[in-house]
Each structure stands twice: as structure tokens, then as C-alpha cells.
């Protein structure tokens, strides 16, 4: 009678399976998880000071956006959700690491935050399931986190400042597609590039 000896999983999944986030390739811990959660908030937070203000908007341009999308996919659902999350909670407790060094929660521009929160979750649930392999993939993936975004933050810019729902989308959606796109297109290259590399190390 012979045995098989199962494959040796990082993170409890395998790569061979298709399965799995960037995250997952790094040897299972708590102290990497927190690290992971950790270093998300602050990459976050970093590239929401990367701000450009857009005329007749009181929301910037940023890389705020951008940052929450690749942390959600790199680090999955969970531990992409926690990041957001401690990035949201301790912005609201007054770190000064929103966007153009703001913090607290009495701006128009909060619910760009709630939104990367579920779009980091949404984009992490994808990518376990290979979303980031491919260009398409990818770019479906990175797209859709930006409409959950803007699904949040349009209607509470909206609500935060008496605009109409249609002056909302004109000034806090409509200039930042251009630049979203930019976003995906780095995205695009980047994700399934990091995981040809690994392929080939691997």
C-alpha cells in the first residue's frame, strides 16, 4: 500500500490550485497577519498624502483609492477589511492621515472611505479566487472595487453637502475616471506580473 505526501501549502493554500492572495505565500503567523494588517493602514495612509485638489470638488484627487484596492487584493478578504478598517478607526480618532492630512469623520468626502473599506473586502474575496492573475481579470477586479467606492462615496458627498445626486457624480466621480483608469492600467501590469515572477521562482 503506497502514500501520497500532500503538498506543502503557504499560508494554508497552494499555489498550484490557482488559489489564494500574495499574502498567502508568506509562511502562516499572527505576527505576520498583523504586520500585513498594520502595513496596509499605513501604505493607505501614505498615499492618501498624494493629493491633487480638483477645482469646484471638495474631494481630491489622490492614491488613496488606489492604495485600498491593491491592499484588499494583495492581503484578501479579512486582513484586507482589517486594514481598511484600522485605517478608517484611527483616522476617525484623529490620526491625520486622510486624505491631504485630515482626519475625523465630519467631511464630505468620508464616504470614499466606507466605500474603499467594502471595496478592499470585495476585491479580496475576488482575488483568493485568482482575480489578480490576468490583465482582465484584474482590471474586472479593480474596476468593480472602483463603482463599490463610488457606489459609498458619491451619495454621501450628496447627502454631506446639499448637493442633487447629479452634482455629486458631476464633481465626485466624473473628474476622476481619467485617473482611475491610469490606476487600473498599473494595476493591471503589476498584479498578474508579481505572480508570473513567483511562477517562474516557484
Do not use: C, N
Not at 479580496?124 to 472602483?146: E, I, K, P, Q, W
Request: charged share 10%; hydrophobic share 50%; net charge positive.
Amino acid at each position: 500500500m503506497s502514500t501520497a505526501a500532500a503538498p506543502v501549502r503557504s499560508g494554508g493554500l497552494s499555489h498550484a490550485e490557482g488559489r489564494g492572495t500574495l499574502a498567502d505565500l508568506l509562511p502562516a503567523s499572527r505576527t505576520k497577519d498583523i504586520a500585513l494588517v498594520v502595513g496596509g493602514a499605513v501604505l493607505t495612509g501614505i498615499a492618501a498624502q498624494i493629493s491633487v485638489p480638483v477645482p469646484g470638488s471638495p474631494v481630491p484627487v489622490t492614491g488613496q483609492t488606489f492604495a485600498a484596492l491593491l491592499v484588499g487584493t494583495a492581503l484578501g478578504t479579512r486582513r484586507g477589511f482589517l486594514s481598511l478598517a484600522l485605517y478608517a478607526l484611527a483616522g476617525m480618532a484623529g490620526m491625520p492621515w486622510f486624505a491631504e492630512g485630515t482626519s475625523g469623520y465630519a467631511m464630505p468626502s468620508f464616504g470614499y472611505i466606507l466605500g474603499m473599506l467594502l471595496a478592499a473586502t470585495v476585491v479580496g474575496a475576488l482575488a483568493r479566487r485568482g482575480a489578480d492573475r490576468s490583465v482582465l481579470r484584474t482590471a474586472g477586479s479593480m474596476v468593480l472595487g472602483s463603482a463599490i467606492i463610488y457606489a459609498v462615496g458619491v451619495p454621501y458627498l450628496a447627502l454631506a453637502t446639499g448637493m442633487t445626486l447629479a452634482q455629486a457624480v458631476s464633481a465626485g466621480l466624473v473628474p476622476f475616471l481619467i485617473g482611475d483608469a491610469l490606476k487600473a492600467a498599473l494595476a493591471m501590469g503589476a498584479l498578474p506580473t508579481a505572480w508570473k515572477l513567483i511562477g517562474r521562482r516557484g
